[in-house]
């Protein structure tokens, strides 16, 4: 049991660029999201999805798309990367139900947009 | 949409010491509020969460109050340890939604003194 894969690890994009981050998990979880952590900013959620086949914008949605086609995958995509948004992301997921349950989290991507 | 406040943003105790986190929201609807824990280099995880028909809520060295009239929520850690030390966020959501979008405090770096 892997949990919450992300990958990958470390990556440099130049402006402008696209890219996709990948999110895995294996505990058959409903709800999938994004989040992406600057200094002094906390976690911020960019998007997520509570079903295969559905997803919704958080705070920060501008410049990032997703999408769910399987319970266990959730990639989010840069599609023109700006340095705005070097930053660590994370993935994170939790079972279904009403919410309020335990995020697991993915071990983070560091990304630098030069 | 939701606010989430947490201060200090640095905190600083010696071995043995008590910490005290608060953090304040803006949405009286919320009704879930976790507290997550990330060490150095590290995913943030669960360390303690609690309800709004709740008021107070422990597990061993650590222990979260709520204030559903003043909107506040603090987290309490007795006996401090090095290994306590880590930034910590508070998040709070509405779980009736069925968004289940947390928002985030933007951290508090805890550095126990040995």
């Known amino acids: 049991n892997a949990g919450v894969t992300q990958t990958p690890k470390f990556q440099v994009l130049k402006t402008g660029q696209s890219m996709t981050l990948q999110c895995a998990q294996d505990?058959?979880?409903?709800?999938m999201s994004w989040y992406r952590q600057d200094p002094g900013m906390g976690l911020r959620l960019i998007h997520y999805?509570?079903?295969?086949?559905?997803?919704d914008q958080g705070e920060v949605p501008n410049g990032y798309n997703v999408s769910r086609s399987t319970t266990e995958d959730f990639p989010l995509r840069l599609l023109s990367a700006a340095p705005s948004q070097t930053s660590v992301y994370f993935c994170?997921?939790?079972?279904?139900?009403?919410?309020?349950?335990?995020?697991?989290f993915g071990s983070g991507t560091q990304l630098s947009v030069l | 949409g939701e606010n989430v406040e947490q201060h200090p943003s640095t905190l600083s105790v010696q071995e043995g010491d008590s910490a005290v986190i608060k953090c304040t929201y803006s949405?009286?609807?919320?009704?879930?509020f976790p507290w997550y824990k990330q060490e150095l280099g590290k995913r943030p995880q669960l360390i303690i969460d609690?309800?709004?028909?709740?008021g107070e809520k422990k597990d061993q060295r650590i222990a979260v109050t709520l204030n559903k009239t003043a909107k506040h929520f603090s987290l309490h850690i007795t006996e401090t340890q090095p290994e306590d030390s880590a930034v910590y966020f508070c998040?709070?959501?509405?779980?009736?939604?069925?968004?289940?979008?947390?928002?985030f405090g933007s951290g508090t770096r805890l550095q126990v003194q040995p």
């Open positions: 949405d009286s609807a919320s009704n879930y």
């Open positions: 609690i309800r709004s028909n709740v």
């Open positions: 998040a709070a959501s509405n779980v009736d939604t069925g968004r289940r979008a947390l928002t």
């Open positions: 505990m058959n979880h409903e709800y």
């Open positions: 994170a997921s939790s079972q279904g139900g009403r919410g309020g349950e335990k995020l697991f």
């Open positions: 999805s509570v079903g295969a086949g559905i997803t």
